[in-house]
Every structure is written in C-alpha cells, then in structure tokens.
Nanobody
C-alpha cells in the first residue's frame, strides 16, 4: 500500500520560510514524479511544483516560481518543498502527490497517490 506523509507545515510570517517534507512508502518499482498541490479555503486545489525522481526535472506554477524550490532524496523516497518569501496568499493546505511515469504532469486527476495534507498559514 502506497503512503505519502507530509510534515513541516505550520505558521510563518509573511516574508519568512517553511520547508515541507513528503515521505513516500510502498511505491512499486518504476519511474515516478512527486508533486505538491495546495488548496486554499473556498478554492480549487492547484498545482504548485513537481519533480521527477529519476531525472530531477522540475516545473513550477508561475505564482511560486523564484520563491519555492522542490527537491528530492531518492535514497529515502522523499521530496521537499522549500518555501521562501512567503506571502499571505500562500496560506493553504498543501498536499503531496505521486504518479508513475516519465512525464511531468500538472493536473490533479493524473496523480494516483496523495498525502493527507498539511496546513501552511502565513500571517502578516
């Protein structure tokens, strides 16, 4: 059974930083990418960033480009999201997601595996 577990969320001030971690367990063998999505109250869940675990290729949503960095530790099947220069509008529940395949994909229905989500709150 595949499990994705997020950690590292919490409260930060605007302009501050947080680092999220997604630990994956039970992934079948193959080529995978791991992504972060977020959902603010009253809004749709949106793509944030994705990384391919073999190639290291990454892609970001425009609203976080230059502020967030996604990275990985293949030995531990773990992905990270370093969030700098946080803004009030970054407040959301952040979800880790995983999918098998070689392409970077940015849409929610294409991800088979999801974490339970973790709250990130940015205050002024």
């Amino acid at each position: 059974q595949v499990q994705l577990v997020e950690s590292g969320g919490g409260l930060a001030q605007a302009g501050g930083s947080l680092r999220l971690t997604c630990a994956a367990a039970g992934l079948p063998s193959g080529s995978y990418s791991m992504a972060w999505f977020r959902q603010a109250p009253g809004k749709e869940r949106e793509f944030v960033a994705v990384i391919h675990l073999l190639s290291g290729q990454t892609s970001y949503a425009e609203v976080v480009k230059g502020r967030f960095t996604i990275s990985k530790d293949n030995a531990k099947n773990t992905a990270f999201l370093q969030m700098n220069s946080l803004k009030l509008e970054d407040t959301a529940v952040y979800y880790c997601a995983g999918r098998q395949g070689n392409m970077l994909v940015f849409t929610r229905p294409n991800y088979a595996y999801w974490g339970q989500g973790i709250q990130v709150t940015v205050s002024s």
